[in-house]
Nanobody, 125 residues
Framework: QVQLVESGGGSVQAGGSLKLSCAAS????????MGWFRQAPGKEREGVAG????????YYADSVKGRFTISQDNAKNTLYLQMNSLKPEDTAMYYC??????????????????WGQGTQVTVSS
């Protein structure tokens, strides 16, 4: 059974940093495409960053380019999202997601079959 467990969310002031983690289990981690999504109240879930676990190619939404970095630790089966220069508009529930194969972009939530429970990120001005 595939399991994704996020951690690392919290509350920070604008300009601060947070690092999210997603521990994966229950499948062949290296064969998947994984990503981070976020959903703010009243808004649709959007893809923030994605990575091919086997190849390392990455994707970033324009809104986070240059500020967020997605990475992986294959030995720990863990996905990360380093978030720097955080803005109030980054406030959302952040979700880790995984899919087998497919293209790294665009990141449509419906294409991802496995999801974590989410971790809240709140950025105050």
């Amino acid at each position: 059974q595939v399991q994704l467990v996020e951690s690392g969310g919290g509350s920070v002031q604008a300009g601060g940093s947070l690092k999210l983690s997603c521990a994966a289990s229950g499948y062949t981690y290296s064969s998947y495409l994984m990503g981070w999504f976020r959903q703010a109240p009243g808004k649709e879930r959007e893809g923030v960053a994605g990575i091919y676990i086997g190849g390392g190619s990455t994707y970033y939404a324009d809104s986070v380019k240059g500020r967020f970095t997605i990475s992986q630790d294959n030995a720990k089966n863990t996905l990360y999202l380093q978030m720097n220069s955080l803005k109030p508009e980054d406030t959302a529930m952040y979700y880790c997601a995984a899919r087998s194969g497919g293209t790294i972009a665009p990141m449509y939530p419906a294409d991802f079959g496995y999801w974590g429970q989410g971790t809240q990120v709140t950025v105050s001005s």
